[in-house]
């Protein structure tokens, strides 16, 4: 049975992406903070690891060059790293975090995958009014989180990915088309200003959206995504 470190396996993505593994009999091993002490000794026996950082870590690429040790330091020869859709956008300082994180994935030696995923479906609570700081008429390429799951089993389990990147996006959509879907209101608020690095994604998604391709998803799945 194939054994598969997910890193932030405990959080919202890594239980999608732990649930998949399992429902393809391969053996998910789910790690988090309590592991990061000793992560190759954690990693020992892995065929592969998923790499998921932490929301808004404020050094994701020192994060995520501590994996690449970690799996050097284990022999874990398969590494794929968790990104984002348009990683180098230089107005948002956590996007740009993933793309330097990238990069080191990249260099690392490691059979590697990136997959760059769009926004969650999940985020938005579509059984009340969906209120969010940004322009409820922008284009999204949202990403189902069981999707993702699927996709992330699929390039851990199967042959073929190493080497590549794809974007995930389980449909284009915008807020208020969801919310018209799920019978209720959306409206645009003031950005309520928790974080710096949030402010400036709800600035740009204000003016961009996050635009997100859906054939890659389609063809990883073999089928229409959920
Ligand atoms: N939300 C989206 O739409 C979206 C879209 C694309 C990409 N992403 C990316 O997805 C990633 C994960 O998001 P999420 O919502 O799944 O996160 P989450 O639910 O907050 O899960 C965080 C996980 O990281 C672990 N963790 C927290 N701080 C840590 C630290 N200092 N060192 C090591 N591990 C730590 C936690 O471990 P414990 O189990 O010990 O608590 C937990 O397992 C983020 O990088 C985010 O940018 C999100």
Redesign the pocket.
């Known amino acids: 049975m194939r054994r598969i470190a997910v890193?932030?396996?405990?959080?919202?993505?890594?239980r999608a992406v732990v649930a998949a593994l399992n429902d393809r009999g391969a053996r998910a091993v789910?790690l988090?903070?309590?592991d990061?002490a000793d992560l190759a000794g954690a990693l020992d026996g892995c065929d592969a690891v998923y790499v998921?950082?932490?929301?808004?870590?404020p050094d994701?690429p020192e994060?995520v060059a501590d994996a690449v040790v970690a799996a050097q330091i284990a022999g874990v020869p398969r590494l794929v790293y968790?990104s984002?859709?348009s990683p180098y956008v230089p107005a948002m300082p956590?996007h740009l975090g993933?793309a330097e994180s990238e990069d080191v994935v990249r260099r690392s030696g490691l059979a590697w995958t990136i997959l760059q995923?769009?926004?969650?479906l999940q985020?938005l609570d579509l059984t009340a009014p969906v209120r969010v700081p940004y322009d409820v008429h922008a284009a999204f390429g949202f990403?189902d989180l069981a999707d993702l799951g699927a996709a992330a089993a699929t390039v851990l389990l199967d042959d073929g990915h190493v080497g590549a990147t794809y974007e995930l996006a389980t449909r284009v959509a915008t807020v208020a088309g969801l919310a018209a879907e799920a019978g209720v209101t959306a409206e645009r608020v003031d950005d309520p200003g928790t974080h710096p690095w949030l402010s400036a994604m709800f600035a740009y998604y204000d003016r961009h959206g996050l635009p997100v391709g859906t054939l890659p998803l389609r063809s990883l799945l073999g089928r229409n995504p959920a």
């Open positions: 890193l932030g396996g405990h959080g919202k993505t890594g789910p988090g903070r309590a990061q998921i950082a932490p929301n808004l870590h994701e994060h968790h984002v859709a956590h993933k995923p769009g926004a969650y985020n990403l």
